[in-house]
């Protein structure tokens, strides 16, 4: 006889819950150190070229820029990683590594110790590149140093990861 095995959820350290900052969230399970894996993000592949040739119709995205140019739809396949929401002052990062295989992936670690219960955020560090203005990606973190918007307003030396507007 066999015997069905539930499956390890990909993102023990997190549960998805409404938040007060946007629409869903991601919150910690439990109290965890600073630098803890929080899960991996992920989803479909796209190449930038396929992305701008999909109809996105103003859609909710999960759009993952690596620095390799590739895009990651957390929408498609993803899993609890894609509503950790924005802060400008986030509690979480982004961090890009090579796996075993050569692959890019995107892992999110807490950057500070944070507690259960806590919402955890990274920086969007969002682009857009279709001229957007920055009162179009308004930002509703509460921040005291909240830049009022998503978008990254610093100037880009260097390609980094990043969430991106379709």
Sequence with gaps: MTVARK???STPCLRVSPSGVHGLGAFAT???PAHALLGLYEGRRYTAEQVAARQWNDQLTYLFKL???????GGKGG?????LNHS???NCEAVEEYDDAG??????QTLVPVEAGDELFIDYGLTAD??????DYPCRCGAENCRGTMLDLAPEAEPHPGL???
């Design 7 to 9: 499956s390890a959820s």
């Design 79 to 83: 899993n609890a990683t894609r509503h």
């Design 88 to 90: 400008c002052n986030p």
């Design 164 to 166: 991106v507007a379709p």
């Design 103 to 108: 692959r890019l992936e995107l892992r999110f």
């Design 67 to 73: 620095s390799n140019e590739e895009i990651i739809d």
């Design 130 to 135: 279709d001229g957007s203005s920055p009162a």
């Design 30 to 32: 439990r109290d965890l």
